[in-house]
């Protein structure tokens, strides 16, 4: 290779015209020391390569030795744990014919721990023993055997339960009010049946924070005045307290229960309609019912006084025209007696008939309501089906609630109209039998005094 690049520079030299001698030498001499320097150069490196190459063999032989030990190694530990699966295989199989009916055991205790959490998570009681829900939480997520002290944890927590469910406790625990502030406050358990605080609100236990929530609609006020008078209790005498056995259920029913104002709403534009009628049905039998009242008592006074006629009440007024004219013959007497009781009977009668036909519009309109709720019904059905009664809920409620204020308002109508119009027909025949009274005393009179005129020259 040096040859080769002297031979190149020889070669540029010639061929460079008009180079003198001295010059070439010159550069001859630079590329033979520049050779020299690579020699040299070439030499370290191979020294320096030989050295690396003996270490290099050294540390191969090092990593061929290391191979060869894991190589040995594996060996030994795939035997070893070909031996020991062989030896797992025959333990599990000795496990599992050893076991026997523990496996029973295992079942048994995973399902009633289960059981008894899934009780345990909605129980009032677990409002002032969270801590046994962790304990249940562990053994019925265990899947080996469990320990005695596991099953003597369950059978005691079973009996404090048992023991629970007889005691009626109070206790503070947190209190989420309607309008969520959480406070702390006196809660009355009565076992595992219903809670409330001092001020006689039901609460529903929460268990995600094992406290209460004040139930968003209360129950009657005889019920809370009945659980506040417990709270109140002070151990000596009896007290009733509502309680509900179904542990929640029937209390959840009670308040889903619509209340009177909301039952009105559900009979739409036709049950307001309804009512119209039954309030202003109510008001002519309340000023009827007054009317006659007023007109009965002054013909009871009447009756007992009938020396004094006053002009106030019918019979007055007849007993006043008998001693005003009391020579009249008795034809005239009837008819200004038949006059004054048709005139008497006609206000007593007033408003009866409006009364009668409102009392029949009532059932009608509850009728019209009924087959509108279950127009509204059929529409919803052909829309979405029958497969969600609550959608067909609020036309089969507008059907039943305006039938049953149609009935409910007729009903008392037509009665304020029977007890109305009997009490008139009472005061009428009254009247009549007066008046039939007074002729016939007047018929003897009447007929000497006829006599008398035709005696006369």
Do not use: C
């Amino acid at each position: 290779m040096i040859k080769q690049r002297l031979l190149i520079v020889l070669i540029a030299l010639v061929s460079f015209s008009g180079t003198s001698i001295a010059e070439t030498s010159a550069v001859l001499k630079s590329a033979q020391a520049e050779a020299n320097a690579q020699r040299v150069i070439t030499r370290n490196r191979e020294a320096v390569f030989s050295s690396n190459l003996k270490e290099k063999k050294q540390s191969l032989k090092r990593l061929r030795e290391a191979l060869q030990y894991a190589e040995n190694k594996s060996a030994e530990f795939e035997e070893r744990f070909n031996t020991n699966e062989t030896k797992l295989v025959e333990k599990q199989a000795l496990y599992k014919e050893r076991l026997g009916t523990f496996n029973e055991l295992l079942g048994v205790v995973r399902q009633v721990s289960s059981d008894t959490h899934a009780q345990f998570e909605n129980s009032l009681i677990s409002s002032h023993l969270p801590q046994r829900m962790a304990l249940l939480e562990n053994i019925k997520k265990n899947k080996v055997l469990p320990e005695t002290e596991d099953l003597s944890s369950l059978w005691q927590l079973m009996l404090v339960e048992m023991r629970e469910q007889g005691r009626n406790l109070r206790y503070e625990a947190d209190v989420i009010d309607d309008q969520g502030l959480v406070s702390r406050q006196t809660v009355t358990r009565i076992g595992p049946f219903v809670a409330f605080n001092e001020a006689g609100k039901f609460l529903n236990y929460n268990r995600a924070t094992h406290g209460f929530n004040e139930l968003s609609r209360q129950p009657r006020n005889d019920y809370r005045s009945a659980a506040k008078r417990y709270v109140e209790f002070d151990d000596e005498g009896e007290v009733l307290v509502p309680i509900d056995p179904s542990r929640g259920a029937i209390l959840a029913l009670l308040i889903q229960r619509p209340s009177i104002l909301e039952r009105i709403g559900q009979g739409g534009m036709i049950g307001y309609i309804i009512l119209g009628i039954a309030a202003i049905a109510s008001l002519l039998a309340l000023v009827r019912l007054v009317t006659l009242a007023l007109a009965e008592s002054r013909l009871r006074k009447q009756l007992a006084n009938l020396d004094k006629p006053s002009p106030d009440n019918a019979l007055g007024k007849i007993l006043e025209i008998t001693q005003r004219y009391p020579t009249l013959d008795i034809e005239h007497l009837e008819i200004k007696f038949d006059n004054i009781i048709l005139a008497t009977a006609s206000r007593l009668r007033r408003g009866l008939g409006t009364i009668k036909v409102l009392a029949s519009m009532a059932p009608l309109l509850g009728l019209l309501g009924t087959v509108t709720g279950m127009i509204e019904t059929f529409q919803v059905i052909t829309l979405f089906g029958s497969g969600d009664a609550r959608l067909m809920a609020g036309g089969i409620s507008q059907a039943l609630v305006t039938t049953a204020l149609g009935l409910g308002t007729a009903i008392p109508i037509l009665l304020l109209h029977s007890i109305a119009n009997s009490r008139s027909r009472i005061l009428v025949e009254l009247l009549e039998e007066q008046a039939a009274g007074i002729v016939a005393q007047a018929a003897p009179s009447s007929a000497a005094a006829r006599q008398s005129v035709a005696k006369a020259p």
